[in-house]
């Protein structure tokens, strides 16, 4: 399923979407023939994010189709006229440092490794702290997720949820039943219902479309955790979360019962944070130092903070190790390359947040954003009116850290969309 979603006949066009074009047949035989695709050099192995490389095409006539594929958040332009049998191209790659790839006929594929000198700087959305200020809500941004069903993104805040519109404007979330106390990581069902990772809560609660709060997992139930921080939902309704303080990531079908379970020792790997379902359904964890937060004897100046990929029977595989202090969300873009943040501190300063990226199923990790001033926390792709290439990032405020008013929302183009 992945291989023939990602091998979609297509053409890309001057914005990152995709679509097709047809050859004129004029009864002439399709040789197969590559040298009659590409004409001139190839591009080089490696070039910065953004950069613009010509390209000469010619195809031959007679063909049923022309077709060409961008990967990697780029573009082409102009659109080939596809009865004129050649056409010279603009490629410009994208803003993010992955490989990205110019997929032509008769098995031709031109890569350039995108490179990134100096990470993107995000810029503020929304009037999250200002609307806060003005409730009387003192504490923290930390979890979003953007609304399958309507134009909104809905973050968790001290005590309930707000929602944000495409303009940056804030209001409640009206709810019922069982109370939120601190949601950290919010995951939508297909549905609309919206699963919650309470973390001094100690909960896992589900909340309905209409807005009740109904208690899956927590004190007095089958998993009982100690501090929830994120989640993510599974195609067939189950939930996967992450327990920092307990050491676990935990799956549970959409009653509660456990489905599975991985541990992490804090003080070699880290406790894990964020958790996210690639396309193919495999598991990605970050974890984090948890000597502050769980006060658990872990060295707090240790640098654990990592990326795994995990499995229900308990394994784990690094994929990224050492990457900072604090490891936080996660997300996944439609070619499956994975979007972690990373924090550093020295002490209780902020050298760094960092939005980091893996290249589909890489090794080692690369700077996409950077702030040093804001915390950021979890991130997710724009959807609709919030522009689908564009991430968002919820922030996170913690004196001394950052100010209390460093919370909230920023953004970034990044040219991909989410999975």
Known sequence: MREARRGVAAIAAVS???ASVACGSDGAECV???????????PPASAPAGTAIPVELKWPRGCEEMIIEVRGGGRIDPIPDPDAGH??????LGPVPIPNALVLPFAHRLVVDATLGVPIVPEPFGDVDAFLASEGVSGSTEGLAFDPARDRIVMGVPGGLIQVDAAGKTSRVALSGDPLVAPLGLAFAPGGTLWVADGQGAAVRKVTPAGEVVTVAGAGREVAPIFPNS?????????????????????LDASGAPRGQAGFWAKLTGGPNGVA???????????ENTALLCMDGTDPAARVASLYEVSKDGGKDAHAEGVGHYGDGIAVDS???????FDTLDGLALEESAVFVLPYRGRGVRKVMATTDRLMANPAFGRGAFGETTMYVALIAIPPITDPSARGLVRAVVGMTGL
């Open 32 to 42: 197969p023939d590559e040298r009659h695709v590409l004409l001139g050099p190839e």
């Open 335 to 341: 070619e499956d390359n994975l979007y972690a943040v």
């Open 277 to 287: 379902i690639d396309s193919r359904g495999d598991y990605w964890v970050t974890t």
């Open 231 to 251: 989640v993510a939902v599974e195609t067939d309704g189950g939930v996967v979360f992450t327990d920092t303080c307990g050491g676990k990531v935990w799956w």
């Open 87 to 92: 056409a010279s191209l603009t490629w410009t």
């Open 16 to 18: 990152a979407a995709l």
